[in-house]
């Protein structure tokens, strides 16, 4: 099972700051995916990065996947109440059953 | 109706009761899968369906039983849970197991008193 450690864990921030949330593993992926999930829903896919040193945005989201393809970050520019929610990445492998593992997640709280 | 469906939103279950989750994708997709979600804890994944196959099964209790009828259909059954079973039961979907983007119904919440 390839692990996802993202960090911090819990993060408090108050409307307006920027934030970078981390995605560490020592496995290499073949794409790497981060979902965001609002309280009393499920889980909903935000972008998909896939070669190496890749960056991607999103509005005020920044995605960027490690040369290696073993880790990713999300940073957040100027934070607004709406961006709370807890935040996934999920790992991609081409061989085995099941071929997509979820870190353990990072709970943002921006207070207005 | 479109994207992951699930039903019902919220279940409350004895111990001794014997309930069944539903979940339904109108993606088109091949694979399905059930995630269990409690406080404090990643993500877990329980079972995994490809075309109508389990192709992965991750230790869980027998008491969990999984049924997959087709591939736009998937229900997860319930019979003698125990109260650390009470979380949130997350069913997705994805065009097949290969590491593609997948879609997540809004959940249900189960409470085992």
């Known amino acids: 099972t390839q692990l996802l450690e993202q960090s911090p864990q819990f993060l408090s921030i108050q409307e307006g700051e920027n934030l970078t949330v981390y995605c560490n593993s020592s496995?290499?992926?073949?794409?790497l995916q981060w979902y965001r999930q609002e309280p009393g829903e499920g889980p909903v896919l935000l972008v998909t990065v896939v070669t190496g040193g890749e960056v991607k945005k999103l509005k005020r989201l920044t995605f960027q996947f490690g040369d290696a393809r073993k880790d990713s970050s999300l940073h957040i520019t100027a934070a607004q109440p709406g961006d709370t929610g807890l935040y996934l990445c999920a790992g991609a492998v081409e061989t085995g059953a099941n071929n997509l593992f979820f870190g353990t997640g990072t709970r943002l709280t921006v207070i207005p | 109706e479109t994207g992951v469906t699930q039903t019902p939103r919220h279940l409350v279950m004895g111990m001794t009761n014997k309930k069944s989750l539903k979940c339904e994708q109108h993606l088109g997709h091949n694979a399905m899968y059930w995630y269990k979600q409690s406080a404090k804890k990643p993500l877990e994944l329980m079972f995994v369906?490809?075309?109508?196959?389990?192709?992965e099964n991750n230790s869980v209790p027998s008491r969990f039983s999984p049924e997959c009828p087709n591939s736009s259909h998937l229900f997860l059954h319930l019979h003698t849970l125990q109260p650390e079973d009470s979380a949130l039961y997350l069913c997705?979907?994805?065009?097949?197991?290969?590491?593609?983007?997948?879609?997540f119904g809004p959940g249900t919440r189960l409470t085992v008193t």
């Open positions: 997705a979907s994805s065009q097949d197991t290969l590491g593609y983007e997948q879609y």
């Open positions: 369906y490809s075309l109508e196959e389990r192709v």
């Open positions: 496995s290499v992926f073949s794409s």
